[in-house]
């Protein structure tokens, strides 16, 4: 069974950059698809960004374009998201999802096979 855990969360200045981690235990991932996503106080859920297995594929929300980056390292069992420009709309706790058989994306948040517990990233202006 897999496991996700992710880290990197914290508080920062609009403006600043942090990188997330989800980190993969209990089996590989290197055929998962897999992404983040965000959920503010009191907002729904918002698939953030997601890739797939290969690293080759991925999609970004129109609010992160440009400012956050998704990455994997399959060797190492991990999924990165840097995030730079930070504004504080971006406040939100961010959870690692993967799927091996379909990819992240707001269509299908609602039965992703794997969640982490989620990692709380707060902005200041």
């Known amino acids: 069974q897999v496991q996700l855990v992710e880290s990197g969360g914290g508080l920062v200045q609009a403006g600043d950059s942090l990188r997330l981690s989800c980190a993969a235990s209990?089996?590989?991932?290197?055929?998962?698809?897999m992404g983040w996503i965000r959920q503010a106080p009191g907002k729904e859920r918002e698939c953030v960004c997601s890739?797939?297995?290969?690293?080759?594929?991925?999609f970004y929300a129109d609010p992160v374009k440009g400012r956050f980056t998704i990455s994997r390292d399959n060797a190492k069992n991990t999924v990165y998201l840097q995030l730079n420009s930070l504004k504080p709309e971006d406040t939100a706790v961010y959870y690692c999802?993967?799927?091996?058989?379909?990819?992240?994306?707001?269509?299908?948040?609602?039965?992703?096979?794997?969640w982490g517990q989620g990692t709380l990233v707060t902005v200041s202006s």
């Open positions: 209990g089996s590989t991932v290197s055929n998962y698809a």
């Open positions: 999802a993967a799927d091996p058989d379909v990819d992240v994306t707001a269509d299908t948040m609602g039965y992703l096979d794997v």
């Open positions: 890739i797939g297995w290969t690293g080759s594929r991925t």
